[in-house]
């Protein structure tokens, strides 16, 4: 723990409420999202002009007016398309939600 900076060891500690080989050790906790109603544009601006973002992330999130995640974006498709290209019409097929008290070998 010593070996790390400050976000990342107050992201071990807050993992270590989920018992060993559950996935909720393991989840990423941070998220990108966006709204399903924006454009390719409006979230590579958004990103661009973000104080923070995770480290690494690979898609980005969509939600829904009342934030409910709805699918996911790929963040290289995302970055591939023209501007003036719905979210919608470019989100992926599948959107797993994994409960943090599952077991890990179950979602292996």
Known sequence: MDALDKTEGAA??????????????LMQRE???APETWKV???????KKACKLPDQFYH????????HRI??????????????ISLKDIKGNTLW???ALQDE???A
């Not at 980005?60 to 934030?67: A, G, N």
């Not at 699918?71 to 003036?84: E, F, Q």
């Open 12 to 25: 071990v500690e807050k993992s270590k409420i989920y018992p060993e080989f559950l996935t909720g050790r």
């Open 97 to 99: 939600i994994i409960p």
């Open 41 to 47: 544009g409006e979230a590579i601006d958004h990103l």
């Open 71 to 84: 699918a996911n974006v790929k963040l290289g498709r995302l970055m591939s398309l023209a501007r003036d």
């Open 105 to 107: 070998a179950d979602v």
């Open 31 to 33: 998220n990108v999202i």
């Open 60 to 67: 980005v999130t969509l939600v829904d007016c009342s934030m």
